[in-house]
């Protein structure tokens, strides 16, 4: 890891436990998971959000203004805007991401959930994604939330990773496998 990756998650840590902790005393984790959502959301939707928090031309000051008009249109909780607040105080806004990822891995951590990231060849049907869930969670043991993404080059199957696995069952991991086979072969 990179340092300056590694300064970023360790900030963003300090953050998130602290969030976490002030949410879980206050029995206020739904309304945090609402808001980690649509900060995700947001981060993931608009540009100009990730220019605002990563951005050095603007200054403490107007991302702080910023920062509380979008949390106050966004009807963020208050320990998260208040957070916000702090963090745009601070120049930590950049941080941003990490501690959303963060969140939600406390988040599932609390709930006994899991995240599999699938990258399927085309869009997963909503049957087809809750029979997977269901087999995941036979045999993890958890319940487990999709995370869903199309790589259309697979061809068709699926590559599943839940935590340090990874289950890989596209054709194009075959037809490479066969590939090699072939070239050592001939």
């Given amino acids: 890891m990179s340092e300056p990756a590694s300064i970023s998650t360790s900030i963003a840590d300090r953050y998130a436990s602290a969030v976490f902790d002030l ?3 206050g029995k206020k984790l739904k309304a945090l998971e609402t808001d980690v959502d649509a900060l995700g959301a947001a981060l993931d939707d608009s540009s100009d959000f990730a220019d605002l928090i990563s951005s050095p031309i603007y200054g403490r000051d107007a991302q702080g203004a910023a920062i509380t008009a979008i949390a106050k249109k966004m009807e963020l909780s208050p320990i998260v ?4 607040a702090l963090m745009a105080q601070k120049g930590r806004l ?10 939600r891995e406390k988040i599932a951590e609390e709930k006994g959930e899991v ?3 699938v ?3 085309k869009a ?18 958890k319940t487990v939330k999709i995370n869903t993404t199309v790589d259309e080059s697979l061809i068709g199957g ?3 990773k839940v ?4 289950i890989d069952t596209s054709i194009r991991s075959k037809l490479d496998a066969l590939q090699n086979t072939m070239k050592e072969v001939g």
């Fill in 23 to 25: 949410a879980k005393d």
């Fill in 81 to 84: 805007s208040n957070t916000l």
């Fill in 94 to 103: 950049f941080v941003l991401p990490q501690l959303v990822e963060q969140l």
């Fill in 115 to 117: 995240t599999a990231d």
């Fill in 119 to 121: 990258t399927a060849a």
């Fill in 124 to 141: 997963l049907t909503k049957a087809q994604s809750d029979k997977l869930a269901k087999t995941l969670k036979e045999q993890i043991g």
């Fill in 158 to 160: 699926l590559i599943v």
């Fill in 163 to 166: 935590g340090s696995k990874m």
